[in-house]
């Protein structure tokens, strides 16, 4: 697991694969379309990577503080209690032992993915116009490990089904030679039905990435798209997350003063001090510190932030599963519609059971907190969540909602 530290073996190794010059050439290029603010020399002009705040960050993350996640072990936890207790009730959980025999614990090695995958593309953001920018693997991976820029680049791949040798189709796993990242690993048993399989080929937005962040890259606050649910799998290196509950309001957890900052360590730096202080309006945060090997889901709704701690290598999915498929529907149904018609047509044939949920969906103004709160586990839930991680119920939460948590209300009230 220690594949991905800089000793000076793998300095030495990359110096000699890798044209470093032309490597940061290369990334600089890439930096410029994807930062038109910042000048591709002024990347590392605060030296966050250096700051104290920073430091703290990390060091509270290897002493194992600050991690209040329930702990879920894949072998002893069934798919039918994982749903009744974590997908029902959305409540968030780290998942251990469910990803051992993933080839990707032998080969998602700098040596084993530089001699993989060296040569091709991967996406490394987005230009102003909204295209990917993409930067040849070696390339980012010299820059990795030669830089200390304040938020480095982060790789986040949603093609990456699509390269490597042998590759000939894009959606069958099984028409992708050995080289694809596919074969790599394999979605965990709980996650199997994704729903959104029936959305067909080609036609599905992009549910799945692969992640390489240097350390203190990272993902800002946000909620996942479509009212989708997402699996994280840590295969090196570590992510500290933090989450709020789908009501939280989007100008406590994203506070407006601070719209300009895009990044994970911005967002670490200026407004999870706040979250630590008796007078923080919003819900008390979910911490986490995910290790190597550990899967964190993140259920319909939820916000989130992630910060790397050392150099990290993940894969991602976003899914449908029957406990959010009325939300991911209503919003599919809503900013989606010719998606959701093929959508429809597919379940009718493949799970006529759900066409009744979305036929009710459309019918009247859903709102996903009524739906979710008649469980009264659900209820239990999400109130035992208030109530280990605030002295008191929060009051702050009024019926007002941000445009992006129209669907859900405000706290559960004490039964
Ligand atoms: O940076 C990460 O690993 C988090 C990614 C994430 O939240 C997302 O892709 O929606
Ligand atoms: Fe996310």
Not at 358 to 378: G, H, L, N, P
């Amino acid at each position: 697991m220690m594949a991905w530290e800089p000793t000076e073996d793998l300095l030495k190794f990359l110096e000699s694969a890798i044209d470093g010059e032309y490597a940061l050439e290369k990334v600089r290029d890439a930096k410029k379309k994807i930062r038109t603010e910042l000048s591709p020399d002024n990347w590392h002009a605060k030296g966050l990577q250096d700051h104290p705040a920073t430091q703290l960050l990390t060091n509270i993350c290897k002493a194992r503080l600050k991690d209040n996640a329930i702990r879920v072990d894949a072998r002893k936890c069934s798919p039918h209690e994982f749903e009744q207790q974590f997908e029902n009730t959305v409540t968030p959980c780290v998942i251990t032992n469910a990803m051992e025999s993933w080839r990707a614990n032998e080969r998602w090695t700098p040596k084993g993915l530089l001699d993989a995958l060296g040569e091709y593309r991967f996406t490394c953001g987005d230009d102003d116009d909204g295209y990917s920018v993409r930067v040849r693997f070696k390339y980012f991976l010299y820059y990795m490990f030669h830089q200390r820029d304040d938020s480095p680049l982060y790789m986040f791949d949603g093609s990456f089904h699509r390269r490597g040798r042998g590759v000939v189709d894009d959606d069958e796993r099984r028409t992708h030679g050995g080289g694809s990242l596919l074969w790599d690993y394999m979605p965990p048993g709980y996650f199997a039905s994704d729903l959104m399989q029936h959305c067909g080929r080609g036609r599905r937005p992009p549910y799945r990435w692969f992640v390489v962040g240097p350390h203190c890259s990272g993902t800002n606050i946000h909620q996942d798209p479509l009212g989708t649910s997402a699996w994280n799998a840590l295969v090196h290196g570590y992510k500290r997350w933090v989450l709020f509950p789908p009501y939280a309001k989007k100008e406590v957890v994203k506070p407006r003063s601070l719209a300009g900052d895009r990044e994970g360590i911005t967002w670490f730096h200026n407004v999870y001090p706040l979250t630590q202080r008796k007078d923080w309006p919003g819900p008390k945060p979910l911490e986490v510190l995910q290790c190597p090997g550990e899967i964190m889901f993140v259920p319909s709704g939820w916000w989130h932030v992630v910060l790397n701690i050392g150099h990290t290598v993940a894969v991602t999915q976003n899914f449908a599963s029957e406990a959010n498929f009325p939300l991911v529907w209503k919003r599919t149904r809503h900013s989606r519609p010719k998606l959701s018609r093929y959508w429809l047509k597919q379940l009718r044939r493949r799970r006529p059971d759900l066409v009744a949920t979305a036929e009710s969906v459309d019918k009247r103004s859903f709102r996903f907190d009524q739906s979710i709160r008649s469980d009264s586990a659900t209820r239990n839930s999400l109130l035992s969540y208030e109530s280990s991680s605030s002295s008191s119920s929060s009051s702050s939460d009024s019926s007002s909602s941000s445009s992006s948590s129209e669907d859900y209300g405000p706290p559960p009230q004490p039964l």
